[in-house]
């Protein structure tokens, strides 16, 4: 496989010193492999840290900024950080009115940030925490107790973030977090397998002319695998999961996220689908996301996420953001 590196066992280093070139607003310390703000920890404010495996830019480092993350903590390839970068971000960021930590429903994340809240509270940081586990493709997958961490990710991140940003108090901050975890759903197509730096070629076998529906952001299995099928249908199966698995009373935000390999050429003509299928279904939107956030690599291939929101949620979906990967109103 051709891929723009120079060796594999460099390639997340490589990644932080690019980023940190980029984006001087951005402390990278390439060493402990930790992002962090470089204005943090900023005086009265809760601070949000997440991370988990490299390979999904730009989630979570190019979402470190003001209104969204305070720090990020990358790990290798498809692998969880380990809990001493964890405290390192948290006492990086830290100003006295907590951390939460936002977390991704894979066992490694769970299991490191678990261990690294207990760390950082014995150093006398406090802690609070949110599972994001918004997928509702499978349960109890490979690397999973439970559903699956994906684009609400993005959601939790963001509103949270701007609620911190407003100082309002940890539990506070916690208790939206947990809000928009609850409200959003996901559901993951493959149209190719990815390819990670160490194994130099596929990670799952993925047939010519197959498709796999509800796939992972790691490549983990779906629900089926089916012949190829049309963006219509596509959208009619994913956004059809979903709304399965919840009612929307109120309008919904959406994202329509490519997984590193669709160009935003068909994630748009998804998106037109992904609209069709809410419209017919009477789901009212309030705002959409279109484009590659939470990524798998090189996978061909997208996911819809869709988040219940009200006026308060809203509010604070559309104010200002600041980071490599998401900005506006600034």
């Known amino acids: 496989m051709k891929m723009l590196i120079n060796v594999p066992e460099t390639v997340v280093a490589d990644a932080l010193r690019g980023l940190a070139a980029a984006h001087p607003e951005l402390t990278v310390d390439v060493e402990n492999r930790v992002i962090v703000r470089r204005d943090a920890p900023v005086a009265g404010k809760v601070a949000l840290v997440s991370g988990g495996g490299s390979g999904h830019e730009p989630l979570h480092g190019g979402f470190v900024g003001p209104g969204m993350l305070s720090g990020a903590c990358p790990g290798e390839v498809f692998t969880s950080p380990v809990p001493d970068q964890m405290v390192r971000a948290a006492a990086a960021v830290d100003s006295g009115a907590g951390v939460l930590f936002i977390v991704k429903n894979y066992t490694g994340d769970v299991l490191n940030f678990d261990m690294a809240a207990e760390l950082a509270e014995d150093e006398g940081i406090q802690v609070a925490k949110v599972l994001v586990d918004d997928d509702v493709a499978v349960t109890d997958s490979l690397y999973t107790a439970g559903r699956r961490g994906m684009g609400a990710t993005l959601f939790v991140e963001k509103i949270a973030g701007a609620a911190a940003e407003e100082g309002q108090p940890l539990e506070r901050v916690q208790a939206i977090a947990q809000q928009v975890n609850a409200n959003s759903r996901s559901f993951g197509v493959a149209l190719s397998a990815c390819t990670t730096p160490a194994k130099g070629s596929p990670t799952f076998d993925l047939p010519p002319g197959e498709l796999e529906l509800g796939v992972g952001i790691h490549g983990e299995p779906g629900r089926e695998r089916r012949a190829m099928m049309t963006s219509r249908e596509i959208a009619d199966f994913a956004v059809g999961a979903i709304l399965d698995d919840m009612t929307p009373r109120n309008p919904v935000l959406v994202l329509v996220n490519g997984m590193g390999a669709t160009p935003l050429l068909e994630l ?63």
């Open 268 to 330: 748009y003509g998804f998106n037109a689908e992904v609209q069709r299928v809410l419209t017919e279904r009477g789901v009212g939107v309030a705002h959409t996301l279109v484009g590659n956030y939470v990524t798998s690599l090189d996978m061909a291939g997208a996911s819809v996420t869709l988040c219940q929101i009200d006026e308060e949620l809203l509010r604070l979906w559309n104010a200002p953001v600041k980071t490599a990967g998401l900005r506006w109103g600034v």
